[in-house]
């Protein structure tokens, strides 16, 4: 296949959704992206965000593509539940930590739900994951539950509850399952990330009585 620039975009459109941004490190001019729209090959799914046409959807799609909008977000609280498998509900909207004093993203779609923090709130327990091709900033197992703790009031006790059981739960799988990748699943790295959170007297009780 010729190496030209149409060519080269669409190779980049195939590793994930592309922001207008991305173009410029590859020397590939913007209107390239209104021409393979027109062409069909690539649609344009919020503004300055395109991905390659009929390309396959997973169902963390809205998450490879609010990471890609919003950077230096880190995907946490419900949405972060669903990438470690964590719970079965798939939520309606992305749910993205920034940082305390970061201006709020404008973001029109996917919808997004955004937590502030900061310190070690905000960076403790901190991942990356590939999702469609994308890098995406990720809590871990750990502070995800710890986080569903101190955020309670926005996803609700009972979630924070149904998380711990399943990280619990996620101890004692086979080995070779997610529980095993290098002890990810366990009482102290639950115990940290809530020292991070300072939530430890509020999770200890429960992780007591569930233990």
Request: hydrophobic share 40%; aromatic share 4%; glycine share 6%.
């Amino acid at each position: 296949m010729p190496r030209t620039k149409s060519n080269l975009l669409l190779t980049m459109a195939r590793e994930g959704p592309l922001r207008a941004r991305d173009l410029d490190n590859a020397a590939i001019p913007r209107a390239y992206l209104r021409r393979l729209s027109d062409r069909g090959l690539l649609e344009q799914v919020d503004r300055g965000l395109y991905r390659l046409a009929n390309a396959p959807v997973t169902e963390l799609h809205s998450i490879a593509e609010v990471s890609k909008r919003v950077p230096r977000g880190i995907v946490c609280l419900l949405s972060a539940l669903q990438i470690h498998g964590l719970t079965t509900e798939a939520p309606h909207s992305v749910w993205m930590m920034i940082d305390a004093h970061a201006r709020m993203p404008k973001v029109s779609y996917p919808p997004i739900e955004i937590v502030r923090a900061s310190g070690a709130g905000r960076n403790h327990g901190v991942e990356i994951q590939k999702v469609e091709g994308v890098d995406v900033q990720v809590t871990t197992p750990a502070k995800t539950v710890a986080d569903c703790f101190r955020f309670r009031r926005y996803v609700g006790l009972d979630v924070a509850l149904d998380a711990l059981r399943e990280y619990l739960q996620a101890r004692s799988a086979p080995r070779g399952s997610r529980a095993k990748r290098q002890g990810t699943f366990t009482v102290d790295a639950l115990m940290e990330a809530a020292r991070a959170d300072r939530i430890t007297t509020v999770i200890r009780p429960y992780l007591e009585a569930l233990a």
